[in-house]
T-cell receptor, first 113, second 116 residues
């Protein structure tokens, strides 16, 4: 079974700074997808970014980018120019082809004004 | 609005009771997934339906059951409720007709169940 590990339960950073959230996963599969979801205080689950394992290029969505290291099974999320609205729980998730999403335990990120 | 509709948003009930949570997937999505999120925990997969049929099952208790109807809406039934069943229950649907196309899920806003 696939496992997803987020080793940072909580992080905080000053507004406008850059922060990186870590995620590692364990799988024997070669083809899969990785995701970062954001859960603000409203508890809504919001897709932030996705990465296809067969693509070497790291995904980028505006201020959000990932560092995907397939051999190391690492998938970190970098948030640039952090904003107060980025305060949320962030979940890393893994999906093997045609199967369910498996989530990590989350990192609680607080942006300090 | 994500397009995935969950009702009710909040539910308070007593131990031993039975409740039904409802989910309408995003238009065109055939897969529906149910997840449970206990307080300050990650999301635990319960069950998946695809076009009316059960496709995958996670750590779903025998007291819990689900189904997907011909109009693709889904219901999660929780019976003999215990205090530990208090949680946020999410429904999600997938973008493409085939499961696991890799675009992630679209989540509803969840149903917060409180068992007293």
């Amino acid at each position: 079974a696939q496992t997803v590990t987020q080793s940072q339960p909580e992080m905080s950073v000053q507004e406008a700074e850059t922060v990186t959230l870590s995620c590692t996963y364990d799988t024997s599969e070669n083809n899969y997808y990785l995701f970062w979801y954001k859960q603000p205080p409203s508890r809504q689950m919001i897709l932030v970014i996705r990465q296809e394992a067969y693509k070497q290029q790291n995904a980028t969505e505006n201020r959000f980018s990932v560092n995907f290291q397939k051999a190391a099974k690492s998938f970190s999320l970098k948030i640039s120019d952090s904003q107060l609205g980025d305060t949320a729980m962030y979940f890393c998730a893994f999906m093997k082809y045609y199967e369910k999403l498996t989530f990590g335990t989350g990192t609680r990120l607080t942006i300090i004004p | 609005d994500s397009g995935v509709t969950q009702t009710p948003k909040h539910l308070i009930t007593a131990t031993g009771q039975r409740v039904t949570l409802r989910c309408s997937p995003r238009s065109g999505d055939l897969s529906v997934y149910w997840y449970q999120q206990s307080l300050d925990q990650g999301l635990q997969f319960l069950i998946q339906y695809y076009n009316g049929e059960e496709r995958a099952k996670g750590n779903i208790l025998e007291r819990f059951s689900a189904q997907q109807f011909p109009d693709l809406h889904s219901e999660l039934n929780l019976s003999s409720l215990e205090l530990g069943d208090s949680a946020l229950y999410f429904c999600a649907s997938s973008k493409n007709a085939r499961q696991g196309e890799g675009y992630g899920y679209t989540f509803g806003s969840g149903t917060r169940l409180t068992v007293v």
